[in-house]
Protein backbone atom coordinates (compact mmCIF):
# COMPACT_ATOMS: atom_id res chain seq x y z
CA UNK A 1 0.00 0.00 0.00
CA UNK A 2 0.78 3.27 -0.91
CA UNK A 3 1.25 6.22 1.25
CA UNK A 4 -1.06 7.99 -0.31
CA UNK A 5 -3.30 5.24 -0.50
CA UNK A 6 -2.97 4.61 3.29
CA UNK A 7 -4.02 8.46 4.02
CA UNK A 8 -6.88 8.60 2.08
CA UNK A 9 -7.99 5.06 3.67
CA UNK A 10 -7.61 6.78 6.80
CA UNK A 11 -9.41 9.68 5.82
CA UNK A 12 -12.26 7.38 4.17
CA UNK A 13 -12.19 4.62 7.67
CA UNK A 14 -12.66 8.86 9.90
CA UNK A 15 -15.51 9.88 7.35
CA UNK A 16 -17.33 6.37 7.07
CA UNK A 17 -17.25 6.01 10.81
CA UNK A 18 -18.50 9.54 11.26
CA UNK A 19 -21.35 9.13 8.93
CA UNK A 20 -22.20 5.35 10.51
CA UNK A 21 -22.66 6.84 13.78
CA UNK A 22 -24.33 9.77 12.85
CA UNK A 23 -26.84 7.54 11.17
CA UNK A 24 -27.46 4.91 13.93
CA UNK A 25 -27.80 7.44 16.59
CA UNK A 26 -30.60 8.67 14.09
CA UNK A 27 -31.78 5.11 13.71
CA UNK A 28 -31.64 3.84 17.58
CA UNK A 29 -32.65 7.33 19.51
CA UNK A 30 -33.69 10.28 17.47
CA UNK A 31 -35.99 9.07 14.88
CA UNK A 32 -38.01 7.29 17.59
CA UNK A 33 -37.52 10.19 20.55
CA UNK A 34 -38.95 12.73 17.46
CA UNK A 35 -42.28 9.62 16.75
CA UNK A 36 -42.91 10.24 20.80
CA UNK A 37 -43.71 13.84 19.72
CA UNK A 38 -46.47 13.59 17.85
CA UNK A 39 -46.91 13.71 14.31
CA UNK A 40 -46.84 17.70 14.32
CA UNK A 41 -44.14 18.05 16.76
CA UNK A 42 -42.20 15.24 14.67
CA UNK A 43 -42.74 16.62 11.73
CA UNK A 44 -41.51 20.16 12.60
CA UNK A 45 -38.36 18.68 14.70
CA UNK A 46 -37.42 16.65 11.32
CA UNK A 47 -37.38 19.78 9.59
CA UNK A 48 -35.55 21.44 11.45
CA UNK A 49 -32.87 18.69 11.78
CA UNK A 50 -32.95 18.82 7.65
CA UNK A 51 -32.01 22.13 7.91
CA UNK A 52 -29.25 22.02 10.29
CA UNK A 53 -27.69 19.13 9.19
CA UNK A 54 -26.93 20.82 5.84
CA UNK A 55 -24.16 22.71 7.72
CA UNK A 56 -20.66 23.20 5.94
CA UNK A 57 -19.54 20.46 8.40
CA UNK A 58 -21.43 17.37 7.80
CA UNK A 59 -21.88 18.06 3.94
CA UNK A 60 -18.06 18.03 4.15
CA UNK A 61 -18.10 15.13 5.71
CA UNK A 62 -20.47 13.25 4.14
CA UNK A 63 -19.07 14.77 0.33
CA UNK A 64 -15.34 14.27 0.72
CA UNK A 65 -15.75 10.65 2.18
CA UNK A 66 -17.46 10.16 -0.85
CA UNK A 67 -15.29 11.80 -3.21
CA UNK A 68 -12.39 9.67 -1.41
CA UNK A 69 -14.23 6.63 -1.61
CA UNK A 70 -14.00 7.11 -4.88
CA UNK A 71 -10.57 8.05 -5.22
CA UNK A 72 -9.53 4.95 -3.51
CA UNK A 73 -11.47 2.80 -5.37
CA UNK A 74 -9.99 4.03 -8.68
CA UNK A 75 -6.62 3.17 -7.21
CA UNK A 76 -7.32 0.24 -6.14
CA UNK A 77 -8.52 -0.94 -9.14
CA UNK A 78 -4.84 -0.04 -10.75
CA UNK A 79 -3.40 -1.40 -8.12
CA UNK A 80 -5.47 -4.78 -8.47
CA UNK A 81 -2.48 -7.20 -7.52
CA UNK A 82 -2.88 -5.89 -3.93
CA UNK A 83 -4.46 -7.86 -1.26
CA UNK A 84 -5.53 -4.71 0.05
CA UNK A 85 -7.46 -3.62 -3.07
CA UNK A 86 -10.40 -5.61 -2.71
CA UNK A 87 -11.31 -4.75 0.81
CA UNK A 88 -10.65 -0.79 -0.41
CA UNK A 89 -12.83 -1.59 -3.43
CA UNK A 90 -15.99 -2.95 -1.19
CA UNK A 91 -15.58 -0.25 1.57
CA UNK A 92 -15.66 2.38 -2.06
CA UNK A 93 -18.63 0.45 -3.01
CA UNK A 94 -20.39 0.44 0.14
CA UNK A 95 -20.13 3.72 0.99
CA UNK A 96 -20.94 5.36 -2.33
CA UNK A 97 -23.77 2.97 -3.35
CA UNK A 98 -25.09 1.83 -0.02
CA UNK A 99 -24.77 5.37 2.21
CA UNK A 100 -23.76 8.45 -0.47
CA UNK A 101 -26.63 7.30 -3.37
CA UNK A 102 -29.25 6.22 -1.01
CA UNK A 103 -29.20 9.58 0.60
CA UNK A 104 -29.40 11.16 -2.39
CA UNK A 105 -32.28 8.72 -3.94
CA UNK A 106 -34.19 8.21 -0.99
CA UNK A 107 -33.86 10.37 1.99
CA UNK A 108 -33.33 13.60 0.37
CA UNK A 109 -36.36 13.35 -1.37
CA UNK A 110 -38.61 12.10 1.60
CA UNK A 111 -36.96 15.20 3.62
CA UNK A 112 -37.92 17.70 0.59
CA UNK A 113 -41.72 15.81 1.14
CA UNK A 114 -41.81 16.17 4.43
CA UNK A 115 -41.09 20.17 3.58
CA UNK A 116 -43.57 20.88 1.49
CA UNK A 117 -45.95 18.92 3.51
CA UNK A 118 -46.27 16.04 0.72
CA UNK A 119 -46.03 13.30 3.28
CA UNK A 120 -47.31 12.40 6.51
CA UNK A 121 -45.47 11.60 9.66
CA UNK A 122 -46.43 8.62 9.93
CA UNK A 123 -45.71 7.41 6.22
CA UNK A 124 -42.39 9.44 6.09
CA UNK A 125 -41.12 8.07 9.28
CA UNK A 126 -41.30 5.02 8.17
CA UNK A 127 -39.58 4.95 5.41
CA UNK A 128 -37.35 7.44 6.24
CA UNK A 129 -35.67 5.01 8.68
CA UNK A 130 -35.55 2.15 6.66
CA UNK A 131 -33.76 3.84 4.60
CA UNK A 132 -31.54 4.96 6.88
CA UNK A 133 -31.14 1.92 9.10
CA UNK A 134 -29.35 0.59 5.59
CA UNK A 135 -26.99 3.53 5.46
CA UNK A 136 -25.69 2.60 9.24
CA UNK A 137 -25.61 -0.54 7.69
CA UNK A 138 -23.33 0.57 4.27
CA UNK A 139 -21.35 2.72 6.22
CA UNK A 140 -20.31 0.53 9.26
CA UNK A 141 -19.64 -1.65 6.61
CA UNK A 142 -17.64 0.45 4.58
CA UNK A 143 -15.81 0.94 7.96
CA UNK A 144 -15.09 -2.43 8.68
CA UNK A 145 -13.71 -3.09 5.11
CA UNK A 146 -11.53 0.15 4.79
CA UNK A 147 -10.21 -0.91 8.20
CA UNK A 148 -9.56 -4.62 6.88
CA UNK A 149 -7.50 -3.33 4.09
CA UNK A 150 -4.91 -2.56 6.42
CA UNK A 151 -4.24 -5.36 7.68
CA UNK A 152 -4.23 -7.21 4.20
CA UNK A 153 -1.72 -4.49 3.32
CA UNK A 154 0.84 -6.31 5.61
Known amino acids: MTTLT ?3 TTLAIAG ?16 RAFDELGDEN ?9 RV ?4 IFRGVF ?5 VSIVVAVMSALNWHSPASYYILAGSVLYVIGSFLVTVVFNVPLNN ?10 NYYRR ?20 LSFAAAR
Do not use: D, K
Open 16 to 31: TGLIAGTFFVFSIAIM
Open 113 to 122: ALESGAVSWP
Open 128 to 147: WTLWNHLRAAASLASTCAFA
Open 63 to 67: MSTAL
Open 53 to 56: IQSP
Open 6 to 8: YIL
Open 42 to 50: AAAAMRSVN
